[in-house]
């Protein structure tokens, strides 16, 4: 990704992402997750094309009968989660600073063993 790339999702995440530890039903193993939903198809597709892995998923039904419907782009790689944290950093604000310091730390003291995630996707994050 080029600087523009990393500002961009940088931008999306701060608005519409949020970013927790989840667990997968096989034994209750913990791994971090970034996730952001939102209503424009496009962006999240734009979002997963820029950033080169993770998943998209939708459209689910607004939540209310008048709602549109939305998508949810969601990465659950634990490097991959590192490393875009890591390169966002610089343009997020100090409340989520603080979430991605948190996430962080978990994923340090959490083991390797389960670094590839639930998915075991290509870690393919970085400058160009």
């Not at 519409?16 to 939102?38: E, H, Q, R, W």
């Not at 008048?66 to 409340?95: G, H, I, T």
Request: include cysteine.
């Amino acid at each position: 990704m080029t600087s523009e790339d990393i500002a961009w999702v940088a931008g999306i995440f701060e608005a519409d992402g949020s970013l927790y530890v989840d667990k997968n039903g096989k034994g209750g193993t913990a791994f971090p997750c970034l996730a952001i939903g939102m209503t424009d198809e496009d962006t999240i597709q734009k979002l997963k094309t820029t950033i080169g892995v993770g998943d998209v998923q939708g459209p689910y039904p607004g939540a209310t009968d008048n709602r549109k419907p939305y998508w949810r782009y969601r990465l659950r790689n634990k490097d991959a989660v590192e490393k875009l944290c890591e390169l966002m950093l610089p343009w997020l604000s100090k409340r989520r600073t603080a979430k991605v310091h948190e996430i962080l730390h978990f994923i340090d003291m959490s083991p390797r063993r389960y670094a590839r995630g639930t998915r075991g996707e290509t870690i393919c994050i970085g400058l160009r």
